[in-house]
């Protein structure tokens, strides 16, 4: 996926054949942020922010059973995964990426660009989650 800098894509996640996904950035940098969805989980609502560019080369492992969301930093971003699972589009849920119950620590600044589909993501509290 390519991004330009202020470009938030996600939380996203598949409710029906969850993926696994092995990120990292091949040009330019992100803020990328997983979040538990597993209501099992003692950490269920908790998320974890990571910065990955292509200077740190450092890479992010995603479970499934997490929502999946980043923030092009750089001018531009090259965003690569590996996956567990393909994409189906009909099992893709959104969570809500400014979701006051998750207290994500966004960068400060403009409000990011988003695609519509993240715009009109739900809040946790109404999400689709995994047992």
């Known amino acids: 996926s390519r991004s330009h800098a ?4 996600g939380i996203h996640y598949q409710v029906v054949r969850p993926q696994g996904k092995l990120v990292r950035v ?8 997983a979040v538990d969805l597993r209501r099992s989980s003692e950490r269920f609502g908790q998320w974890v922010a990571v910065e990955l560019s292509a200077a740190n080369c450092r890479q992010l492992w995603i479970p499934p059973g997490f929502g999946h969301a980043f923030l092009a930093r750089s001018e531009s971003a090259v965003f690569l995964y590996k996956t567990t699972d393909y994409w189906y589009p009909a099992h893709e849920r959104t969570l809500l990426w400014n ?14 660009t ?7 993501g739900l809040p946790l509290a109404k999400a689709d989650t995994f047992a």
């Open 26 to 33: 091949a040009s330019g940098c992100v803020l990328d942020v």
């Open 114 to 120: 988003l695609a519509a589909k993240d715009a009109a």
């Open 99 to 112: 979701d006051p119950a998750l207290r994500i620590d966004w960068p400060a600044g403009p409000a990011p």
């Open 6 to 9: 202020g470009v938030l894509r």
